[in-house]
């Protein structure tokens, strides 16, 4: 298991720019798939983005295609979510996630998650 820690959340007004990052402990950062998910008040938890272990392939939720992007540096043991243009619907804990299997953890099976970091877009 890898243990995670997000930080980066804060307060924006709609159409700003927050960035996420999510730092990851253990030697083995670079086998793992990483991941965000964001859960509203009264939602389910749902899947935002997720990258293989190289970075080099990214997947993204429909909602946010275009305005969020994830990256990862191998060398920090760290994974980002740049989120521009934000919306007041973006407002949720976000979740940092890891898998070894880019596919599954793409479809929410998740072996660690973070403790979560709360974005608050405001009009």
């Known amino acids: 298991?890898?243990?995670?820690?997000?930080?980066?959340?804060g307060l924006v007004q709609a159409?700003?720019?927050?960035?996420l990052s999510c730092a990851a402990s253990g030697r083995t950062f670079?086998?793992?798939a990483?991941?965000?998910?964001?859960?509203?008040?009264g939602k389910e938890r749902e899947f935002v983005a997720a990258s293989d272990w190289s970075?080099?392939?990214?997947?993204?939720?429909?909602s946010v295609k275009g305005?969020?992007?994830?990256?990862?540096?191998?060398a920090k043991n760290t994974v980002?979510?740049?989120?521009?243009s934000l919306k007041l619907e973006d407002t949720?804990?976000?979740?940092?996630?890891?898998?070894?299997?880019?596919?599954?953890?793409?479809?929410?099976v998740v072996g660690s998650w973070g403790q979560g970091t709360q974005v608050t877009v405001s009009s």
Do not use: K
């Open 67 to 74: 305005r969020f992007t994830i990256s990862r540096d191998n």
């Open 15 to 19: 159409g700003g720019s927050l960035r």
């Open 55 to 62: 970075g080099g392939v990214t997947t993204y939720a429909d």
């Open 30 to 32: 670079s086998s793992y």
């Open 1 to 9: 298991q890898v243990q995670l820690v997000e930080s980066g959340g």
């Open 80 to 84: 980002y979510l740049q989120m521009n």
């Open 34 to 41: 990483m991941g965000w998910f964001r859960q509203a008040p």
């Open 92 to 108: 949720a804990v976000y979740y940092c996630a890891a898998h070894t299997n880019f596919y599954r953890l793409r479809n929410g």
